[in-house]
């Protein structure tokens, strides 16, 4: 090999795509999970994450899974379900270095793991925090889960009477500091999604349609693939523009909003028919809103607050890792010690 | 006269304040030289129920409670009737005048003293916001001079109260003359008590509570994080590792925290976040009490499971479910043993005193990681929250058991690894940690099956394997735990007990001696057990165990897991009304059944 010019087959972090890959799936062919695993395969890779330095979180659940499916070299743990977020948590303030990615069920998330979920979100835990969300519970062959849509059918003809929990306006009305929806089969959208999650500093959240080809994805199910097809509403076309690199678009004047991250990164959204601002908080929640009522899908990156501080800023951590911290530096002092004990007395 | 050997119990009412001055005074008293016990007895209430304060005294210095109260400070009006039966034959009562004295509460075997409370209060203490408090202070100032407390005693111990507000000090002791002058000109000694200063008992001793003490192991043992629900008895462990932090981990510049303490929103929070971070490499704690340890199970199985350090405290009280919140019971020795479905057990440590909450807190985190798994402390109200007299807590000479954590360079040099290869046969594989940087260092941490490189797996054999592996890992620790202490002599009658319960232990083994019964006793430090406990039943003929708990948890531990030969042996005395354990809880059930074994057939 030449000097000079990194080889083109690796990326940033000098390595192959295959670094990236996982152990072979074993869901379910055509399951929407798989899809995003790809994805993610593909995001990390050209995002150019340094494997031991990546987390894969997860709960339980066929998504749940899924982290055994890509990275093999990262550290990986599969939790008890819907009690990944405190593990997240926890792992994040012992090694602030870590990216950790976390992936998760409807199920998991809104079902069981709801309040774990919330707080992850109140305390801005630095993370990227993935719902594959097939409105169902996969692994236990298809109950109904928290997030299918009211007047969805179940294969056997039962019907949802219950209103759905909205992961994403929930995560909004709770403060989150980022909140995307997509859908498994839209890698253009994902992509860009998912690595300006990752640059994100606080928790991103990203609820992705992913359908269960065993259980959900028959006529009256509103998590199909037929049904997201039909109702998809794009609220803009993302691109993930690396930090220091240049915007080699022309874009028309006026019709990308842009967002920065702390790395220097950016997310450029370009306009499609309606003008969105992911600053808007309410703005958000409307169109969520009005998507529920109108029955439709909308994906995007629906809110981004780049400012707010994160767990680890807020609890004033060092910048060297908790768990890297030793007797010297965690122990009274012989001198202070003393002192201590005699104020007992 | 009776010196330096009685029992004060002060009946007040909740949220008045008197907890201040109850300490002053077991403090005063801990000044003079005379050894103390105090026992806070209180409601799971903010304002307005009854609470009761004994300080033992006595020459022996026994550290558990009596439940023969010999001079009574009456101050609630709702359980008037009730304290003034509780005083033994002899005693005295120091009451607020405007009790009736009739009826029952009319003994003629118990000297009164009258004091117009309210009345001193009202006229000499012009803040009316203060008044109730200092009510209590007036009450000092009266026992002080009807037992002989010197006056510079009580103001050393309010000064050490009011450390950080020394002008409350001036205020407080106003209010503590006022109660002795009265006393002094209105109350004419007719008991039989009195103090005295003592020399060479107390001299190095402090006086500190169980929960601060444990507070103090985790910062020695270099915890960083630490997540929490709030619950009484353990709210204050973290409370006091919360402010030691706050004293010695912030970087006096730059404001930086060595330490993350995260108040959980559960606590299945708290325990997954101790989880994650020993998995990324921290030390993590979480404390708690019985209600939060049964939240705590699925992941305490997954910490077993997995193989996760982590350390939990349980500050024990009375179960089941809330039961009696504020009182307290050894009664969570059996779930914790083995918290979470399937075949889980774990490492418990049964502290006895604030020294043993120490370090015995900072020796959990060393288990934990040497065994990688979770670590039970399992203290319990009367330590955690009491004051105790103890040894200053000994500064630590050894530097932290981090285990078997491999680096990159160790990784490279070892070639092939597996996270759960049982390489040295001692039942314990090596782990990585997140963030290390080498191609071999990740791993997949699971809670469901795993082979020996950590990978999925469903194979009855590679299953079997690996719960055999924890078993032989479970027997390792059994030598690494903290071993029983026994005092023997070649009695016949052998004395089982752990935890709080050795201190009534030990007054009961003296009443059993004067009444001519010699024992031996063997305090249980830890579970698994050791080799020893089976030696000492097998060296004896009878033996009891006595706990504070309704089911007799560690006596079914040990019938489980030793022969019939020593199963036979045993006997079990129980206490569990939610106040500690007393010696006569133990002396006359044993004193009884010894006189039947001893009645010739
Ligand atoms: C405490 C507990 N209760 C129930 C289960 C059984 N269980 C396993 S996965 C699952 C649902 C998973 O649904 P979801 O998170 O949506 O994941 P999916 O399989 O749909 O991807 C349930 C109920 C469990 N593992 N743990
Ligand atoms: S059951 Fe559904 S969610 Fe699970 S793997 Fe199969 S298709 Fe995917
Ligand atoms: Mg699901």
């Known amino acids: ?345 | 006269m009776q010196i330096n050997d009685l029992t004060i119990r002060a009946a007040t009412v909740n949220g008045s304040g008197s907890q201040s001055a109850n300490l002053v005074l077991a403090n005063a008293i801990f000044r003079l030289g005379i050894p103390v016990a105090p026992k806070n007895v209180f409601p799971s209430n903010i304002e307005g129920l009854p609470t009761w304060f004994d300080v033992r005294v006595s020459p022996q210095g026994y550290q558990c409670r009596s439940s023969s109260i010999d001079m009574l400070i009456a101050l609630n009006p709702a359980t008037w009737h009730a304290d003034v039966l509780d005083v033994k034959s002899g005693g005295a009562i120091l009451y607020e005048e405007t009790f009736a004295v009739t009826g029952a509460t009319k003994r003629d075997d118990v000297t009164y003293y009258p004091v117009p409370f309210a009345k001193l209060a009202k006229e000499n203490v012009a803040d009316a916001a203060l008044r109730k408090y200092l009510t209590n202070m007036i009450y000092v100032g009266a026992l002080a001079q009807l037992l002989g407390i010197s006056e510079e005693a009580i103001e050393a111990a309010l000064r050490a109260q009011f450390r950080r507000k020394l002008k409350a000090v001036d205020t407080n002791m106003d209010a503590v003359r006022l109660g002795a002058n009265y006393a002094r000109e209105n109350l004419p000694k007719n008991d039989p008590y009195a103090l005295e200063a003592m020399a060479g008992n107390n001299d190095g001793l402090i006086l500190m509570e169980g929960n601060s003490a444990a507070a103090l192991g985790c910062v020695m043992a270099g915890c960083t994080v630490a997540a929490w629900y709030p619950i009484t008895p353990s709210s204050s462990l973290c409370e006091s590792f919360i402010a030691y932090c706050d004293r010695y981990r912030v970087d006096a510049e730059t404001g930086e925290r060595k330490v993350a303490v995260l108040q959980a929103e559960d606590e299945l929070a708290a325990i997954g976040m101790v989880f994650g971070a020993t998995w990324a490499g921290a030390r993590a704690m979480t404390s708690t009490s019985g209600p939060g340890l049964s939240l705590m199970a699925e992941f305490a199985g997954l910490g077993y499971y997995a193989e996760l350090p982590g350390v939990i405290f349980d500050v024990q009280r009375a179960g089941p479910s809330t039961g009696l919140p504020t009182r307290t019971m050894q009664g969570d020795v059996a779930f914790a043993y083995t918290l979470s479905h399937g075949d889980t057990k774990h490492i418990v440590l049964l502290p006895s005193t604030p020294i043993e909450a120490y370090e015995f807190a900072s020796q959990a985190f060393d288990l934990a990681d040497r065994f990688q798994t979770p670590v039970f402390v399992l203290s319990d109200l009367d330590l955690g929250m009491n004051l105790w007299m103890t040894k200053p807590l000994p500064y630590p000479e050894q530097g932290f058991d981090r285990g078997k954590v491999l680096s990159a360079k160790e990784l490279e040099a070892a070639g092939s690894w597996g996270r759960y290869r049982d390489v040295d046969s001692d039942g314990i594989a090596y782990r990585t940690l997140p963030g290390t940087e080498h191609a071999n260092a990740g791993f997949f941490t699971r809670g469901s099956g795993h082979d020996e490189t950590a990978r999925y797996s469903e194979d009855p054999n590679v299953y079997r394997n690996n719960l055999d592996r924890l078993s032989r890992k479970f027997d390792t620790a059994r030598s690494a735990v903290p071993k029983p202490i026994a005092e023997e002599t070649g009695n016949a009658c052998g004395l089982i007990a752990y935890g709080t319960t050795h201190h009534a232990i030990v007054e009961a083994r003296e009443q059993l001696r004067e009444a001519g019964v010699e024992t031996d006793y063997l305090r249980i430090r830890a579970l698994p057990l050791t080799a020893d406990v089976l030696a000492f039943i097998e060296r004896h003929e009878r033996v009891y165990v006595v706990e504070q708990n309704r089911d007799g948890q560690l006596y079914g531990i040990l019938r489980t897991e030793l022969p019939a030969s020593a199963i036979e042996k045993m006997r079990s005395i129980r206490h569990y009304n939610g106040v500690p354990i007393d010696a006569s809880a133990i002396f006359e059930p044993l004193l009884k059944s010894e006189r039947t074994e001893l009645v010739p057939a």
Not at chain 1, 9 to 20: H, I, P, Q
Not at chain 1, 156 to 175: M, P
Not at chain 1, 213 to 234: L, M, P, R, W
Request: glycine residues 10%; charged residues 25%.
């Open chain 1, 1 to 345: 090999m030449t000097s000079g010019a990194p080889p083109a087959n690796v990326n940033s972090a000098g390595l192959t795509r295959d670094v990236y890959k996982g152990l072979p799936s074993t869901l379910c062919a055509g399951c929407g999970h798989n899809s995003i695993t790809n994805h993610l395969i593909k995001a990390l890779y050209e995002y150019g994450v340094e494997p031991h330095k990546l987390a894969k979180m997860s709960g339980i659940g066929c998504s749940s899974k899924t982290p055994a499916y890509f990275v093999e070299r990262a550290h990986g743990f599969n939790g008890v379900h819907g009690r990944m977020p405190s593990l997240a948590t926890g792992a994040k303030i012992a090694n602030r270095e870590l990216m950790v990615l976390g992936i998760s069920g409807d199920g998991d998330t809104a079902s069981i793991g709801l309040g774990q979920y919330c707080h992850m979100i109140r305390r801005n835990v630095d993370c990227t925090y993935i719902i594959e969300d097939n409105g169902c519970y996969g692994l236990t062959k298809g109950q109904f889960s928290a997030t299918a849509d009211r007047g969805s059918v179940l294969k056997k003809g039962q019907v949802n009477e219950l209103e759905t929990i909205d992961v994403c306006g929930l995560a909004i009305e709770l403060g989150a500091t980022f909140v995307a929806r997509s859908f498994s089969g839209d890698g253009k959208q994902l992509i860009p999604l998912l690595q300006a999650a990752f640059s994100h500093r606080g928790t991103a959240v990203l609820d992705i349609i992913s359908p269960c080809v065993t259980f959900n994805d028959h006529e009256g199910s509103t998590k199909s693939y037929a049904y997201v097809k039909e109702h998809h509403a794009i609220l803009h076309t993302p691109d993930y523009i690396v930090g220091g690199r240049e915007i080699t678009v022309d874009y028309e004047p006026g019709t990308v909003t842009e967002v920065q991250f702390d790395d220097g990164s950016r997310i450029l959204l370009r306009k499609l028919e309606v003008e969105y601002d992911p600053a808007n908080r309410i703005g958000a929640l409307t169109v969520l809103n009005q998507a529920r009522e109108k029955g439709e899908l909308v994906t995007g990156l629906l809110y981004v607050d780049t400012q707010a501080r994160d767990l680890c800023e807020r609890e004033k951590l060092p910048k060297k890792p908790l768990a890297q911290l030793a007797e010297d530096d965690l122990r009274i002092s012989r001198d202070d010690w003393k002192s201590l004990m005699e104020s007992f007395s």
